[in-house]
């Protein structure tokens, strides 16, 4: 039997956006694990600037080391933006996929990196940070649309209840505009609401303040109260209240340069005596968890056993007359 070769055969483009974009650029080299260098097409590219990945969605994200934006990048090898996602079919008569908000959100932010602009979903925060959806929910975390662009809105509420400020996650990685206030907010505490009905249901001896919304919900996930910093830099003489009662205060200090800060401000704010430091064995309480969460547990536990006070001395009436006489 002979095999004709079909002399038209249909011209289907690659349905991996990495392939698609892979197919018409020059200079490439294949890094493995799925990451490629190429001479970028938009500027006059010597070397190969031009840096290729998949992102966890499928996408393709490029990256030019000289600063040429996404869509200048697709722009000079034909495709659009609409072509670094696994959707080909979107522009092809089939139904349009719920991507397609952020597409809409990426053209118009031409002049940033595809990264910033993509946005982020409560399911998508929920995965990464391996945290029940419903966990969020209780936070009041919600999917939410900051003009095109997905983000999770997260409400940070004081001792009524009252939601008293607004931030918006639009990035699961670190980068420039990963979070936002909500204008005319000033950065809050995270979790006081909770903290409040933690102490319904009895006294709340023991307390760790952390740096940010996942990390109290990774320590809520596994029954730890906790309230997280809006920032390092400092606490805020108005929040010590929600810290009244409570006799043992943990502090988490990070392996960076706000660690250092906090470990500054701690020796000066007005519960510093009931404040204890503690050092994890990873960059903060999330990634912590994520290296391992069957072992988070005794992870967790092991670093606060290796707590140290603030005041090692303290309370020491003997000392605090003195230096209140000195004054
Ligand atoms: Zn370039």
Redo the contacts with the bound molecule.
């Keep these: 039997m002979v095999v004709q070769d079909d002399p038209c055969p249909p011209i289907a483009p690659p349905a991996d956006p990495i392939a698609r974009v892979l197919a018409v650029l020059d200079g490439i080299a294949d890094h493995g694990h799925g990451q490629y260098g190429a001479r970028?097409p938009?500027?006059d590219?010597a070397t190969a600037?031009?840096s290729v990945a998949a992102g966890q969605d499928g996408r393709a994200l490029l990256y030019?080391h000289?600063?040429?934006t996404a869509k200048?990048?697709v722009a000079a090898i034909g495709l659009k933006l609409v072509d670094l996602y696994p959707t080909w079919g979107a522009r092809h008569g089939a139904p349009r996929s719920t991507l397609a908000p952020r597409l809409r959100r990426v053209d118009v932010e031409e002049n940033q990196p595809l990264l910033v602009a993509t946005g982020l979903t409560l399911a998508e925060l929920a995965a990464a940070k391996q945290l029940p959806i419903e966990l969020l929910r209780r936070f009041g975390l919600r999917d939410f649309l900051l003009g095109d662009l997905p983000v999770v809105r997260i409400p940070h509420h004081d001792e009524d209840g009252t939601v008293v400020a607004v931030q918006f996650r639009r990035l699961l990685t670190s980068g420039p505009g990963k979070f936002v206030w909500r204008r005319g907010d000033t950065p809050a505490l995270f979790g006081v609401k909770q903290l409040v009905q933690a102490r319904r249901h009895g006294p709340v001896e023991s307390l760790v303040l952390v740096e940010g919304a996942s990390d109290v919900l990774t320590l809520e996930h596994i029954g730890v109260v906790t309230l997280g910093l809006p920032s390092a830099a400092h606490f805020a003489s108005e929040w010590d209240s929600a810290l009244d009662g409570i006799a043992r205060i943990e502090v988490i200090i990070e392996g960076d340069t706000g660690g250092q800060a906090v470990c500054r401000w701690l020796r000066n704010v007005s519960w510093r005596t009931r404040a204890w430091m503690v050092r994890l064995p990873a960059k903060d309480v999330s990634e912590l968890y994520l290296v391992d969460p069957s072992g988070f547990v005794a992870a967790f536990q092991a670093a606060r056993d290796l707590a140290v006070p603030v005041h090692p001395t303290w309370p020491n009436a003997a000392s605090v007359t003195i230096a209140a006489r000195r004054r």
């Design positions: 970028c938009a500027h590219d600037s031009l030019c000289a600063g040429c200048a990048i």
